[in-house]
């Protein structure tokens, strides 16, 4: 059974840090991983979608890793902001039937 | 990108009572939905799977007589919550690829549902 763990859970941050997050899952067999961000109370918003054959994956300040082999991942976001400030969710998909298996998240708080 | 749409965003109900929360799919026809509850501090975990013109398929554990789903056409999925008791309280979230075999889902909103 496919586990996902996120560190650190909470991560709270000055203005304009670089700040790295972790994602990690016990089977290396996954189609694909995706980063969501997710605000209180609100629906998942997909930042970045890395696919099993990929190393990286860059939008904006966000760059994903996956290293497959070892059933890691990071998501690195350049100089924060306030506006980072929300929920940040790993997920990765074994295969085409779209069942996604989530971590618990990283509390991120920018402050201003 | 695609948007689907869920309704209500948060709801109270008293225990015993039923509720139904909406999820459509705006500019795309989804013949696919995935429903996810989500406890506090907890991760998503998928419910069912409903399926346009065919039963809902259900994760272990999941009641399917509490939970009914019903994928009426290719643009609304309802999840309803019958006889709802406090430990249904949990937020409750719809996904759905905006075409089958696509890579990303989009995710609705989310419901909050408080059982008193």
């Known amino acids: 059974k496919q586990e996902v763990t996120q560190i650190p859970a909470a991560l709270s941050v000055p203005e304009g840090e670089n700040l790295v997050l972790n994602c990690s899952f016990t089977?290396?067999?996954?189609?694909?991983l995706q980063w969501f961000r997710q605000d209180p109370g609100k629906g998942l918003t997909s930042l970045l979608l890395i696919q099993s054959s990929q190393r990286e994956q860059t939008s904006g300040r966000l760059n994903a890793s996956l290293d497959k082999s070892s059933g890691r991942s990071t998501l690195y976001i350049a100089a924060s902001q306030p506006g980072d400030s929300a929920t940040y969710l790993c997920a990765v998909r074994r295969g085409s039937n779209y069942k996604l298996t989530f971590g618990k998240g990283t509390l991120l708080t920018v402050n201003p | 990108g695609a948007v689907v749409s869920q309704h209500p965003s948060w709801v109270i109900c008293k225990s015993g009572t039923s509720v139904k929360i909406e999820c459509r799919s705006l500019d795309f026809q989804a013949t696919t939905m995935f429903w996810y509850r989500q406890f506090p501090k907890q991760s998503l975990m998928l419910m069912a799977t409903?399926?346009?013109?065919?039963?809902?398929?259900?994760e272990q554990g999941v009641e399917k007589d509490k939970f009914l789903i019903n994928h009426a056409s290719l643009t609304l999925s309802t999840l309803t919550v019958t006889s709802a008791h406090p430990e249904d309280s949990s937020f409750y979230i719809c996904?759905?690829?905006?075409?089958?075999?696509?890579?990303?889902?989009?995710f609705g909103s989310g419901t909050q549902l408080s059982v008193l």
């Open positions: 409903s399926n346009e013109g065919s039963k809902a398929t259900y």
């Open positions: 089977d290396s067999a996954i189609y694909n």
């Open positions: 996904s759905a690829p905006e075409v089958m075999g696509g890579e990303k889902l989009f």
